[in-house]
């Protein structure tokens, strides 16, 4: 792996680095605890060059995961956005995958973070689908662990450490020979993926779990119902049945890397029709030509990396 990323340069703390010299202690606090928080952002190829979609919004949600764990915020956010886009354009990359990661920059042996340095990377990468099914649609698994609760941690917060319950409940429906997993809360209502949001399809409305159902909410989620809005989709954010799932007409998840993912069967259950719906790609169509740039009134997401 290490090879297939050598020309590509990282931001450390200010500076450009090659992939393979940026480089931490093996016992750093983050590598050790799960202490770190990050996003996960995307760029697409327009008719302008490279553009990231919706940063500020994944810069903010950054700064307030780090604002709910207390750590300190080494750069402004506008620095934050102009190391973004400067990653992508010295490596000169339209589709890719942007990935700041804010850490616990010690290595001292213990678990305490209290007023420890803070470091921030932001890596960029080439990167295409998520699932090597998305076309066709994915089959999903009900995971047998709940979705961390907020009473346990923060769902809100992109941490680290949140992404053991992502984890383990992805290798647990792949070992199951299912694509992904899906995520119930405590309560036993719809969460999310291990890595992505949900949404159903019932008579033509749009449903999806609401912020009480434990979820992180994806900047996706949101440009998918505002995308739906616009069409003019009813969307409705409520607490879901697990059972709401297997008797919709269509489900697919959402999220920076997974796109607009298809669900195509949950459980050996088929949904809907068994493939793509007529809702979920008018949707994808949508959230496509706004990526790449193609709507006007959503021109506003965009930041170009040329300007
Ligand atoms: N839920 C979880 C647990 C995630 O990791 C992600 C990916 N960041 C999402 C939902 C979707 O969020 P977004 O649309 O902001 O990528």
Redesign the pocket.
Same mark, same amino acid.
């Given at each position: 792996m290490a090879n297939e990323r050598a020309g590509l340069k990282v931001w450390l703390d200010g500076k450009y680095l090659d992939y393979n010299e940026a480089r931490v202690p093996i016992l750093t606090h983050s590598l050790q605890y799960g202490s770190g928080i990050f &996003?996960?952002?995307r760029a697409y190829e327009t008719d302008k060059g490279a553009a990231i979609f919706?940063l500020d &919004?994944?810069i903010k949600?950054l700064a307030n995961s780090m604002k709910i764990y207390s750590m300190k915020l080494t750069y402004s956010e506008a620095q934050i956005k102009k190391a973004i886009v400067g990653t992508v354009k010295i490596n000169r990359l339209s589709s890719c995958y942007i990935r700041p990661f804010a850490f616990i920059n010690d290595d001292k042996i213990g678990l305490s973070a209290y007023g420890k340095r803070v470091s921030l990377y932001i890596a960029a990468v080439p990167f295409g689908k998520y699932f090597a099914g998305a076309a066709k649609g994915i089959r999903c698994k009900i995971a047998s662990w709940d979705?961390i609760n907020s009473n346990i941690l923060p769902?809100e917060a992109?941490a680290s450490g949140?992404?053991l319950?992502?984890v383990i409940t992805n290798t647990e429906a792949r070992m199951a020979g299912f694509d992904e997993a899906i995520l119930l809360s405590y309560d036993g209502y719809v969460a &999310? /993926?291990?890595? &992505?949001?949900i949404f159903i399809v019932r008579d033509n409305k749009l449903l999806t779990p609401n912020n009480s159902s434990d979820?992180?909410?994806?900047?996706?989620?949101?440009?998918v119902m505002k995308l739906a809005e616009d069409i003019g989709i009813e969307v409705v954010e409520r607490l879901l049945h697990k059972e709401e799932l297997y008797t919709a007409d269509e489900v697919f998840f959402? /999220?920076?890397?997974?796109e607009l993912t298809p669900i195509i069967n949950i459980d050996g259950i088929v949904i809907g029709k068994g493939k793509i719906g007529p809702v979920t790609k008018i949707l994808s169509q949508a959230y496509d030509d706004v990526v790449h740039g193609k709507k006007e009134e959503f021109m506003n997401w965009l930041t170009y990396v040329k300007v």
């Open positions: &996003e996960g952002i919706r &919004e994944h949600r979705r769902v992109k949140n992404y319950n992502s &999310e /993926g291990p890595g &992505e949001n979820i992180l909410l994806g900047v996706t989620r949101d440009s959402a /999220g920076t890397a997974a």
